[in-house]
T-cell receptor, first 110, second 115 residues
Framework: TQLLEQSPQFLSIQEGENLTVYCNSSSVFSSLQWYRQEPGEGPVLLVTVVTGGEVKKLKRLTFQFGDARKDSSLHITAAQPGDTGLYLCAGFKNNNDMRFGAGTRLTVKP | DAGVIQSPRHEVTEMGQEVTLRCKPISGHDYLFWYRQTMMRGLELLIYFNNNVPIDDSGMPEDRFSAKMPNASFSTLKIQPSEPRDSAVYFC?????????????FGPGTRLTVL
């Protein structure tokens, strides 16, 4: 059983559509990160959120940390083929006690 | 900076053979992490080092796995003997201030296939 549950597991959409992916847990985290991983490469950090209720924007990507610091969401507006990849969330309970979710595999079709 | 360097990128071996994976972290980073990624289990932390010292190896699956960091610029992950269930992509990552809330820089990974 994953400590961090990501949903959906797979998502295939058309270019221009909006989407939201989720990262949920029953545990409280001191911080949470989102990474994107492209085929044949390692994950690359997108954002770190540390405060309950925090919202961060990165161009067309909006990240939200739940008020209770147990969950997070990633919303992409007007998705583009370049957004295709595996989106991973990682939760931190203390400095180096961390867990990764299994990821959401996103495909954006032109 | 060249980023985290891993070698080899691909390794195919037969069951029972010894496998050694190598990692060069980003210069100046004091933390080094080894991960394993599979479709079934996702990305799992195996072990991490701080200033070349192993801090937490609770993720190492069994005694067949061992990791060393003889100096600040080099680490190895060894599997002996290897088994088919060890087939996965192994990532090395480094960080300047530990993992909690800080950015980890991942290498490109080593895809291991054990026949």
């Amino acid at each position: 059983t994953q400590l961090l549950e990501q949903s959906p597991q797979f998502l295939s959409i058309q270019e221009g559509e909006n989407l939201t992916v989720y990262c949920n847990s029953s545990s409280v985290f001191s911080s949470l990160q989102w990474y994107r991983q492209e085929p044949g490469e390692g994950p690359v950090l997108l954002v770190t959120v540390v405060t309950g209720g925090e919202v961060k924007k990165l161009k067309r990507l909006t990240f939200q940390f739940g008020d209770a610091r147990k969950d997070s969401s990633l919303h992409i507006t007007a998705a583009q083929p370049g957004d295709t990849g595996l989106y991973l969330c990682a939760g931190f309970k203390n400095n180096n006690d961390m867990r990764f979710g299994a990821g959401t595999r996103l495909t954006v079709k032109p | 900076d060249a980023g985290v360097i891993q070698s080899p990128r691909h390794e195919v071996t037969e069951m029972g053979q010894e496998v050694t994976l190598r990692c060069k972290p980003i210069s100046g980073h004091d933390y080094l992490f080894w991960y394993r990624q599979t479709m079934m289990r996702g990305l799992e932390l195996l072990i991490y080092f701080n200033n070349n010292v192993p801090i937490d190896d609770s993720g190492m699956p069994e005694d067949r796995f061992s990791a060393k960091m003889p100096n600040a610029s080099f680490s190895t992950l060894k599997i002996q003997p290897s088994e088919p269930r060890d087939s996965a992509v192994y990532f090395c990552a480094s960080s300047s201030r530990g993992a909690g809330g800080n950015e980890q820089f991942f290498g490109p990974g080593t895809r291991l296939t054990v026949l």
